[in-house]
């Protein structure tokens, strides 16, 4: 006979008495059954499961779970066979105390009690003031996250202060659960935005916020999240997400113009590769209506150019005498009116033949004007239509549009380049006529999905996304690209064969070559490199200018020429008979790779290793000397340390997801900071421009590499890689921490991380464990096994009361999408913030950016994605 049943049923206190003894013996199965039996012996199971929850204890240390989660759970569990316990038989009165009493248990210390309860005692349907009260009780005593997600539970948005709930999560790195919370409120969503936007101000005082929430204790990594340069990513992020105006957000938008004015001052004055017409355009679109801007073009154009054409900017917008840098306002007095006229002709007509000297050092284009058809009507668009549909034509295929400095969304396409052998169709998007007309649409439907012509492209994904922006119908109805060649992949593929010793068509590429993609390609197939100097230009400008059709009938040709280039001898440059093979996930294998892979394990004599240290990259580089025996043998990437100056953010952090241990500084750092860093942590400094001389000046000889900070971070990356002889295998790859740099993480189960996520409320239901929709960044089981070079981490180091490290991170448990939970086995935390990984496809798209530089052993070849 049960020891504790009654006639009159039985006592709760009793039952959680029993319940508690077995559970600090562990004896869970007969828990589980006592419970069972328990439960149903209860006089008034609803009552009875309350009085028992208010005796079970909290989150004990050591302790995984709480008995009163293990309770919860199997009430829930014997109520579904017993669907008669219900409210529905209790007065108004009994049920509200009963609510009243449940809603008093959903606090921090009994994590998992929200959904249970919101359930069994059906408190959505309790009256707006009590729930509004718990809500205000839990931010009273630092219930953040609670009292947002009981919020939402019950949907409470629209009776709560937005700001009230949202910025206390944002300060502990919950905006996801901020995004969460705004979520079907397009008002909230705006309001959330520009809060974020309101923070992006250079004299933020997050101190003055801070104070304002005394219970808040923020670590080091979460006030870090809070300046304006990550905060402003954010704000275009949810702008975009949450379609929000960009005018509502002034600082973001004012900070970006502010970069991209910088950006333009250094291509046109520095790198020289922007035409005065494209700059003046660009400029011009940037600044107005902005005093501030035109005030920084002003000051730019001291430090940049000479004071006369800053004095002709400054009369052009009338910026005040007294916002003027010294002697502006001196050459305006010295000037005539003339002199002062900023130039707004456009350039003379030019010839479509080019000079002897640009065809010695470009590509050219071999085709008459009168081969290149430029379409504004559909009565033209039909004869480019019946010369590219036919069965086995071979199309080059491009788009222009408008760079958009200082914009939010997706651009749209001004022009679409289509080229046939002898021909280039130029198609005007900009002409009503044609970009809004069904036919034209229709027609590049049918070309992009027609399986018989070959279309050639280069980075096709860039152009189907502001394709998609121009024309809504192919995200309504989305495309089925087939027959496209996206040589971005075959160049990717070249480009292992060539650094794995194939030779290509006596094609000499110098190592410190500051061409890129296309025009790199087209370089190492054809001998020259594309003119990109009209890349930035105006597309959206009518009429077109002879440079800019020049340029974009070349843009598309030079595919066809490089592919029949390439198609004519392919084992010549390494790579299979059928190009169309090749794709990002499956890279042609050739026995020039084997052969390179076989060479490399061989040793080196400590003589050729210096010789190698003094190769191409030591000649383009003064940093380089006195680095041959440092560099004698090969070192892995977590051997290599570095700090990267604020000019080279973005190609620190490359080099830190490559398993590189590397410090960046952040913008309002000292230059000198690095040397410091350098001198006691004995790191090499990265920089560029002009810090490099007296940084250098200030450490040993060769411990400071300056980058060419015209080309990419991922290009720089390489550049590092191949300088410091770095060995770079796929287990490199996110083996430290991008956030923070820390090698050592803490790997978590499916189940594990399930149980915290309970843990935590963040699942809602059962139905989240099955979604049957793969998740954003899912990997394919075939793909390549994550399995990275790093410190694994034992569960002792986290505190199961708190999901705390002892280094005072907590798991951002809010970061992972419970739709997740079904796809990914593993999870990998960093024990220095945090963070939480998993396999996702940026593993992958990691591996193919640089497999020029990875070293494969014969199983990993096989297996590569």
């Not at 640009?358 to 379409?375: D, G, P, T, V, W």
């Not at 040793?603 to 190698?612: I, Y």
């Not at 992972?816 to 992958?844: A, M, N, S």
Request: charged share 25%; net charge neutral.
């Amino acid at each position: 006979m049960n020891p504790v049943a009654r006639s009159e049923g039985v006592d709760p206190a009793v039952l959680q008495g029993q319940l508690f003894d077995l559970w600090s013996r562990k004896e869970l199965e007969v828990l589980r059954l006592q419970a069972v039996s328990g439960f149903s012996q209860l006089l008034d199971p609803l009552v009875g499961l309350l009085t028992m929850l208010e005796n079970c204890p909290g989150i004990q240390k050591g302790k995984s779970s709480t008995l009163g989660q293990f309770i919860l759970t199997e009430f829930v569990r014997w109520r579904r066979s017993h669907p008669q316990v219900t409210l529905k038989e209790l007065t108004d009165e009994e049920k509200q105390r009963l609510q009243l009493s449940a809603l008093s248990l959903i606090i921090a210390s009994q994590p998992g009690y929200m959904d249970p309860l919101l359930d069994i005692y059906e408190l959505g349907t309790l009256e707006t003031s009590h729930l509004l009260e718990h809500v205000t009780y839990l931010q009273s005593i630092g219930g953040y996250r609670e009292a947002a997600l009981l919020s939402m539970k019950v949907e409470l948005q629209k009776e709560l202060d937005m700001e009230q709930i949202c910025v206390p999560l944002i300060l502990l790195d919950k905006l996801p659960l901020a995004e969460s919370y705004v979520r079907d409120h397009p008002e909230l969503q705006k309001r959330l935005v520009r809060l974020l936007d309101s923070w992006c101000i250079p004299d933020f005082n997050l101190e003055e916020l801070r104070r304002q929430y005394p219970l808040l204790s923020l670590s080091k990594h979460q006030t870090d999240q809070i300046q304006p340069k990550l905060l402003s990513r954010h704000v275009f992020r949810l702008m975009e997400k949450f379609s929000v105006d960009p005018s509502l957000c002034v600082n973001s938008v004012h900070k970006r113009k502010q970069d991209s004015l910088k950006f333009l001052m250094y291509k046109r004055f520095r790198e020289k590769s922007m035409t005065e017409e494209n700059w003046r355009d660009h400029v011009q679109v940037t600044v107005e209506g902005n005093v501030e801007l035109q005030v920084l073009l002003v000051d730019l154009l001291v430090h940049y150019s000479e004071l006369q054409v800053a004095a002709q900017w400054a009369k052009h917008y009338n910026v005040p005498r007294d916002r003027l840098r010294t002697g502006v306002w001196d050459t305006m007095q010295s000037l005539s009116s003339k002199q002062l006229e900023v130039n707004e002709s456009s350039c003379p007509l030019e010839p479509w033949d080019t000079t002897q000297s640009h065809k010695l050092q470009y590509y050219q284009l071999s085709l008459a004007r009168e081969n290149i058809h430029f379409l504004q009507t559909l009565d033209q668009l039909q004869l480019c239509r019946e010369t590219v549909l036919k069965p086995g034509c071979v199309v080059g295929v491009d788009m222009e549009w408008r760079a958009g400095f200082g914009t939010v969304s997706t651009q749209r396409v001004a022009l679409i380049q289509l080229a046939v052998e002898g021909q280039v169709f130029l198609l005007d998007l900009c002409a009503h006529s044609l970009s809004h007309h069904s036919l034209t649409v229709q027609f590049i439907r049918t070309l992009l999905t027609d399986k018989n012509v070959l279309k050639l492209g280069y980075g096709t994904s860039g152009d189907f996304r502001s394709l998609v922006a121009t024309w809504p119908e192919l995200k309504e109805e989305p495309l089925a690209v087939k027959g496209m060649l996206d040589l971005l992949h075959v160049h990717q593929q070249l480009q292992r064969c060539w650094r794995g010793g194939s030779r290509s068509r006596s094609v000499e590429v110098s190592e410190g070559s500051p061409e890129k993609g296309l025009s790199l390609l087209v370089q190492q197939v054809l001998g020259k490199p594309l003119d990109k100097t009209e890349q930035l230009s105006n597309w959206e400008r009518r009429p077109l200018r002879t440079g800019q059709l020049r340029y974009a009938a070349a843009d598309a040709y030079c595919l066809l020429d490089v592919y029949l280039t390439l198609s004519k001898d392919p084992k010549a440059f390494g790579l299979p008979e059928d190009l169309c093979s090749i794709s990002s996930s499956q890279p042609a294998k050739s026995d020039q790779e084997k052969k390179f892979k076989d060479k490399k394990k061989q040793s080196t004599s400590p003589r050729q290793a210096r010789q190698s240290s003094h190769g191409p990259a030591g000649d383009n580089q003064e940093c380089v000397k006195g680095n041959g025996e440092r560099q004698a043998t090969t070192v892995a990437p977590h051997e290599l340390r570095v700090v990267c100056d604020n000019m080279l953010q973005g190609l620190g952090r490359f080099l830190r997801c490559l398993g590189v241990d590397v410090l960046i500084l952040e913008n309002t750092d000292d230059h000198k900071v690095a040397a410091e860093l350098a001198r006691t942590e004995g790191r090499i400094i990265l920089t560029s421009g002009q810090p490099y001389q007296s940084l250098r000046s200030q450490v040993a000889e060769g411990r400071c590499l300056t980058l060419d900070c015209s080309e990419k971070a991922r290009d720089q990356a390489v550049h590092v890689l191949k300088h410091f002889h770095v060995h770079l295998t796929p287990s490199d790859i996110f083996s430290r921490c991008q956030a923070c740099n820390n090698n050592e993480y803490l790997k978590v189960s499916r189940e594990d991380m399930t149980e915290m996520l309970n843990k935590r409320g963040l699942l809602q239901d059962n139905s989240d464990l099955h979604n049957t929709q793969v998740p954003e960044g899912w990997r394919s089981p075939d793909a390549q096994t994550f399995n990275p070079h790093c410190r694994w981490a034992s569960r002792s180091v986290l505190d199961p009361e708190t999901f705390r490290f002892r280094g005072g991170a907590e798991i951002q448990l809010e970061t992972v999408p419970p739709g997740l939970l079904p796809r990914i086995p593993e999870y990998f935390i960093c024990t220095g913030c945090g963070k939480v990984f998993w396999e996702g496809t940026h593993y992958d798209r990691v591996l193919s950016q640089f497999q020029e530089v990875l070293h494969l052993s014969d199983g990993e070849v096989s297996s590569q994605p």
